[in-house]
Nanobody
Framework: QVQLVESGGGLVQAGGSLRLSCAASGDTICISAMGWYRQAPGKERELVAAITSGGSTNYADSAKGRFTISRDNAKNTLYLQMNSLKPEDTAVYYC????????????????WGQGTQVTVSS
């Protein structure tokens, strides 16, 4: 089993920045791809960004140019640097991990964190 714990969420003004972290523990050797998802009130959970074990990245259009996903495999930690935040970025952000090399959908992820709230005020 793998446990994922997110941190770094909070309240920020529009235009500000936040850095989310996701610490993985347990059977981390089985983790390959990882990703960040978010869910706003009344909306479905959506992909923000994903990263393979080798560092290849994929971003949602809404995140391109503003967010950066990265990982420190030695520390078993995933990051999401979010800049130029907008009110529409307000959501609960979830960390996810998969044993698969590449992931294409939410159901490809095996493990999920509890989420961290990000609120962007206008």
């Amino acid at each position: 089993q793998v446990q994922l714990v997110e941190s770094g969420g909070g309240l920020v003004q529009a235009g500000g920045s936040l850095r989310l972290s996701c610490a993985a523990s347990g059977d981390t050797i089985c983790i390959s791809a990882m990703g960040w998802y978010r869910q706003a009130p009344g909306k479905e959970r959506e992909l923000v960004a994903a990263i393979t074990s080798g560092g290849s990245t994929n971003y949602a259009d809404s995140a391109k140019g503003r967010f950066t996903i990265s990982r420190d495999n030695a520390k078993n930690t995933l990051y999401l640097q979010m800049n130029s935040l907008k009110p529409e970025d307000t959501a609960v952000y979830y960390c996810a991990a998969s044993s698969r090399l590449y992931v294409y959908a939410q159901y490809d992820y095996d493990y999920w964190g509890q989420g961290t709230q990000v609120t962007v005020s206008s």
